[in-house]
């Protein structure tokens, strides 16, 4: 019989990240590399690892959308000593250097420019608003189809479905809320929420 204790060598794992959370993506890639899972595929809203102990990555975000040469962009980083790591994200590039103990924490360093990050921000406020704005507009209907159906005596096999409905479209609205304010904070410089 073998004794060998089996280690599962690719797992996928379900973390979404909003737009402003791009450094505590960075935080959360580089804790699962010094555990030995290097991320093979990333995306806002999962990530796939494979178990290498042997090696350790620092990883960085890149956020450019519109690259006008992608193969020079690519060489840019690749002769910096960052490898590039597939990504399903339009905005975020993520790179991937060899972690070296002793090296100045400077040299894992991407630095991108402002106007790139503000950008990636206004798109984002963009996107949380009309969803906010489409969630208010639903909630007062929601609230008055409920109440004349109440007043009139509809009656309907779903009347716990519809109680929940605004209930739950007001919870929404509010999670929207709080990434709005967080994404206008980061814009501002400040901290999100």
Not at 55 to 75: F, G, K, L, M, T
Not at 84 to 109: H, M, R
Not at 122 to 128: A, T
């Amino acid at each position: 019989m073998n004794n060998m204790i089996y280690q599962q060598t690719v797992t996928k794992r379900h973390r979404v990240y909003m737009a402003w959370e791009f450094e505590a993506a960075v935080d959360d890639l580089n804790r699962m590399s010094e555990q030995g899972w290097q991320v093979t595929e990333f995306s806002r809203f999962s990530q796939t690892y494979m178990y290498d102990p042997d090696v350790r990555y620092r990883y960085q975000i890149d956020y450019a959308e519109n690259i006008s040469d992608p193969v020079r962009y690519a060489e840019a980083f690749r002769d910096s000593g960052w490898l590039w790591v597939k990504s399903s994200t339009q905005e975020w590039k993520l790179f991937a250097k060899p972690y070296a103990a002793g090296e100045p924490e400077d040299v894992y360093q991407i630095y991108t420019d402002d106007q790139s990050k503000k950008e990636m921000l206004r798109r984002s406020r963009r996107f949380v608003g009309a969803a906010l704005i489409m969630y208010t507009v639903m909630i007062p209907y929601m609230i008055f189809s409920l109440v004349r159906d109440w007043l009139f005596h509809y009656s309907s096999d779903l009347a716990s479905v519809e109680i929940w409905t605004p209930i739950l479209l007001g919870l929404s609205a509010y999670m929207f809320l709080r990434w709005y304010v967080s994404v206008r904070r980061m814009e501002k410089g400040k901290k999100p929420r």
